[in-house]
């Protein structure tokens, strides 16, 4: 299965401003991270782009996810089934029950998608046509791939010393470097044809050490999207997360980006919810990207600012 051709507009969710996105019928776009980030990234991409496909962590050790990965010995599946449900069909029944809950009795914690995930995986014999199965089900826009074909295990050099597991980490500052475990685990080769293939990369938003590099610094991944003619932006987020990244700016973000192997062309921020630019040292498009609650990044003025990127690029690129 390759990644799917969008529509027209109409197809897609509109904008919640009042511009809408250009729709480009020529971008090929990859998301990159995981969590609530990417699939705000993706209801955003669908709104412009032809194709898209998101490469997303399986690092999640908590939770559902946690669960399934001590009793079936799986990859993580929660951050895939969100991404899923971002690129699934307008108005899907099924993609709103794959996000519901159960909340008594063995399942109690455990969502829908996560068990259906897990079921066709083991069906299918095969982490990706798995994925690719339950893409179709959900009539999703685009194409899901996990960021390694293996469980993995990720790994911190914080202050006070290495701690592992993401939610380990994600407890923890003062962050060095990230990485996975066992550390020649593989992307699939459908996400690194995806990346030499994209007019745009974009990276995060989202919780830079355990949803963004836990994805994009896996080796092989961090190798193709430096060797990208894509433009490769990166979405950061709003305000620091604490402890992650506490005291950060927009630059040591892209420091920590750069560090890992994953280099950026062009970053998109918005320092009117409060996180500074600082000495960063590649071209900042800072605008108003906050939804209504000002927690996270609005999909249609995410939408607005990533096409106009994209338009740029392939105009210069043709």
Do not use: W
């Amino acid at each position: 299965m390759s990644a799917a051709t969008l529509g027209t507009p109409a197809d897609v969710p509109s904008p919640s401003t009042a511009t809408a996105a250009p729709f480009l019928g020529a971008a090929r776009v990859v998301a990159i991270g995981g969590g609530h980030g990417t699939a705000v990234s993706l209801r955003a991409i669908r709104q412009y782009a032809r194709s898209v496909t998101a490469v997303v962590s399986v690092a999640d050790d908590g939770g559902s996810s946690g669960r399934l990965r001590e009793l079936l010995d799986v990859v993580a599946l929660g951050d895939m089934r969100k991404c899923l449900v971002a690129l699934a069909r307008s108005g899907s029944v099924l993609a709103e029950a794959f996000e519901r809950r159960f909340e008594e009795g063995e399942l109690a914690g455990h969502a829908l998608g996560n068990l259906v995930l897990a079921g066709l995986v083991d069906v299918t014999g095969d982490l990706v046509r798995g994925i690719d199965a339950a893409a179709e089900l959900l009539g999703a826009v685009g194409r899901v791939l996990p960021a390694t074909t293996r469980p993995v295990t990720l790994k911190a050099d914080a202050a006070g010393g290495e701690v592992a597991g993401q939610v380990a980490v994600s407890r923890r500052g003062g962050i060095r470097t990230i990485s996975l475990d066992p550390p020649d685990a593989a992307p699939p080769e459908a996400a690194l044809a995806a990346v030499a293939e994209a007019d745009q990369i974009v990276i995060g938003p989202g919780s830079l050490y355990t949803s963004v590099l836990a994805a994009a610094a896996v080796p092989a991944l961090a190798a193709a999207i430096e060797a990208a003619r894509a433009q490769r932006v990166f979405v950061c987020n709003l305000r620091p997360q604490l402890p992650e990244t506490e005291g950060y700016d927009v630059a040591r973000h892209v420091n920590a980006l750069a560090d890992h192997g994953v280099p950026v062309d062009v970053v998109l921020v918005d320092t009117a919810s409060g996180l500074p630019l600082g000495a960063l040292e590649v071209p900042a498009i800072d605008r108003r990207l906050a939804g209504s609650n000002g927690l996270v990044h609005d999909p249609g003025k995410l939408a607005c600012a990533l096409a106009e990127l994209a338009e740029q690029s392939l105009g210069a690129a043709g």
